[in-house]
């Protein structure tokens, strides 16, 4: 949970500006398909309106992309990627090509002058920030030229001819349209990479807690397993010890084996009932349900090594008290708010329970400074952090924002009037204690 304020700062922003390329199948499509949409107009324009166009340039120009083409995908295989930079290259090319073919129909008075948008766009949505950045800026220059110099369309006489006026709104047009649409693909695709990645350390993040879960379900079975074996041993080295004679060496090494077979009992005997799960983990996983109260409680236990006190307040009947499934996913999720709140309170953390029939409230609170109004609103997003230097990525308040919006609820931030901050969290009630923890 960020707190202080102050300027931002994204750690994602490395990530979005270290786009991943594209892949070349994909680039070689859309230049496949602009060939045929140049070739196609070139032949409507001469077989059906007669226009006396530079077919030689027009068609070196036209070919050339499609050899290109045909070089690019014989030497690299169609699914491979292309970093950001032959991306780059590529998309450079057909801004060129573009250009070139303009230049000898008409510049900026042909209407196929809209293009030049593609390019831009396909980079702003898959390539990296600077690489749209050149890639706009080589469009606006080439638009400029094509504003002065072009080969004009060989009309008839009694064609409207366009004026200078009319050219200078085309290329505003498209120079507003160039900086608009990148700039939208750019923010829309960044924030969707955003969200992708905070995904993706979330998913980590949760599947690392599943493991240990099955860990420690693997050394509870295997401490089970060997208490058998075990209490053998404790039996059988105890009778030798008194069997043989006292102060000689055997009496010794059965003494010692003796001892050496009850640490490892007790071991086994910890692994088997840990002091934070015993009182409410039941021994089969399907029946892993436990009251409210005892939830938060055997989530607490985990980070009062801090030296935070945990004060769990209920509101409600306690002959009622809801009883919810113990998921990882609950834990992690609401470990990441306790864990936050523990960080910045002063001295304690509150936790206020409220049920009725319909509804389950958890109200987590702290003293501390409380959350910055510059973020307040923005809390539940992905890399929303201000603690610089301190290692945090902002993503545990994101992390917990979905898992508790996949267990039904509802999580919302605020600050007290008094200080501190409140982090609420509302569930349906039909919703948390659902029969079949394992259903949709």
């Known amino acids: 949970m960020t707190r202080q304020p102050g300027s931002l700062e994204d750690p994602s922003d490395a990530i979005n500006q270290a786009a991943p390329g594209m892949r070349l199948e994909t680039l070689v499509y859309i230049r496949w398909l602009a060939v045929l949409g140049q070739a196609l107009t070139v032949v409507i324009v ?27 995908s014989f030497s690299r295989k169609p699914s491979a990627r292309l970093p950001n930079r032959g991306a780059i290259l590529y998309l450079f090319y057909d801004i060129l090509q573009l250009a070139g073919l303009l230049y000898f129909t008409g510049g900026l008075t042909n209407p196929f002058s809209v293009l030049f948008l593609v390019p831009v766009t396909i980079s702003a949505t898959n390539l990296s920030r600077q690489g749209t950045f050149f890639l706009g800026l080589v469009t606006l220059v ?30 505003t047009a498209l120079v507003l349209g160039t900086a608009f649409l990148s700039g939208y693909a ?5 924030d969707s990479r955003k969200m992708t990645d905070a995904l993706t350390v979330a998913r980590a993040e949760l599947a690392r807690e599943q493991q240990l879960s099955a860990v ?21 080295s105890e009778e030798l010890a008194q069997a043989l004679p006292p102060g000689s060496d055997a009496a010794d090494d059965a003494a010692l084996l003796h001892n050496q077979a009850k640490k490892c009992a007790e071991v086994l005997a910890q692994l088997s009932k840990g ?32 030296g ?42 509150t936790i206020d329970l409220y049920w009725n029939e319909s509804l389950v409230r958890v109200e987590i ?48 931030f605020s600050n007290r009037a008094g200080g501190g901050a409140v982090a609420e969290i509302l569930w349906s009630r039909q ?3 659902k029969s079949d923890p394992f259903s949709n």
Request: net charge negative; with cysteine.
């Open 365 to 412: 609170s702290d003293a501390g400074p409380g959350i910055s109004e510059e973020i307040l609103s923005r809390l539940g997003e992905p890399y929303m952090s201000s603690r610089r230097g301190k290692g945090g990525m902002g993503l545990g308040v994101f992390i917990a924002d979905m898992l508790i919006k996949r267990s039904g609820g509802e999580l919302s």
């Open 275 to 306: 002091p934070e799960t015993e009182r409410f983990i039941q021994g089969t996983a399907h029946h892993n349900f436990v009251a409210l109260d005892n939830l938060f409680t055997l989530i607490t236990e985990k980070y009062k090594e801090g």
């Open 142 to 171: 080439c638009i400029s030229i094509l504003a002065l110099f072009f080969e004009p369309l060989p009309l008839p006489a009694s064609s409207l001819v366009l004026s200078d006026t009319y050219i200078l709104a085309i290329w």
């Open 46 to 72: 001469l077989a059906f309106f007669g226009y006396n166009l530079p077919l030689l340039p027009v068609a070196l120009l036209i070919s050339a992309s499609a050899i290109l083409n045909l070089l690019v």
């Open 216 to 236: 420690g379900g693997i050394a509870a079975a295997a401490a089970h397993e060997l208490g058998t074996p075990l209490n053998t041993i404790l039996l059988v």
């Open 431 to 433: 919703r948390l204690e």
């Open 308 to 349: 935070k006190e945990f004060i769990i307040q209920t509101e409600g009947d306690m002959s009622d008290i809801p009883r919810l499934y113990l998921s990882p996913e609950l834990r992690h999720g609401l470990g990441n708010l306790l864990s936050n709140a523990a960080e910045f309170a002063a001295s304690k953390v």
């Open 186 to 190: 750019w923010l829309i695709a960044a």
